[in-house]
């Protein structure tokens, strides 16, 4: 059995990809870096970003997560039926699906304008692999599930930009 270093998913001996995530194992010699940033990418996990849960249910109004995202001036808010995950609400969303209909459409609930099963991980995948998927897949925001699908949280490029910050100032020892 192969462990895997992204998401540690037990796999097959001799596949050549992660079944679970889909991280190649033919990239694994690259994790000799140079750097203690680098090295950090690749060993520490989303868990560390400390992702946070802003969760709202399918039927609450788009007037209401507007409000939410704007009070709270945050990116999105992650779509949740009880606590499994059903969607997520981006400004991207409300950009390309509301735009300048935003007043006419308040009322309507959340679930007609969402992005249905986003692409999500896992809190143990490494933090490299979430820069990957989000550079991947155009991604600003990535929710955070654990194995039964349940939100735990979301993780940013804003999160991320401010754990390479801190990783910069460290090993520059400011």
């Known amino acids: 059995m192969n462990r895997c270093p992204s998401c ?20 694994l010699h690259l994790a000799n870096v140079a750097g203690p940033v680098q090295g950090s990418l690749l060993s520490d996990r989303i868990s560390v970003l400390r992702p946070k849960p802003r969760v709202v249910a399918p039927d609450v109004s788009i007037g209401e ?7 709270e001036a945050i990116g999105c808010v992650l779509v949740a039926d009880g606590r499994r995950l059903v969607g997520i609400f981006s400004e991207r969303d409300a950009l390309m699906r509301l735009n300048t209909d935003a007043a006419e459409l308040a009322g309507r609930p959340v679930s007609e304008f969402m992005t249905p099963q986003p692409e999500c991980l896992d809190p143990d995948a490494k933090i490299a692999f979430a820069v990957q ?12 599930v654990n194995r039964e699908g349940l ?14 910050t801190s990783k910069m100032r460290a090993a520059d020892g400011v």
Do not use: K, T, W
């Open 133 to 144: 998927r989000m550079d991947l897949g155009g991604y600003r925001h990535v929710p955070i």
């Open 65 to 71: 997560v507007l409000a939410i995202m704007a009070g």
């Open 151 to 164: 939100a735990i949280g979301v993780i940013s490029v804003r999160d991320i930009l401010q754990y390479l």
């Open 8 to 27: 540690g998913h037990v796999n097959i001996e001799g596949v050549d990809e992660c079944e679970q995530c889909e991280q190649p194992f033919a990239d």
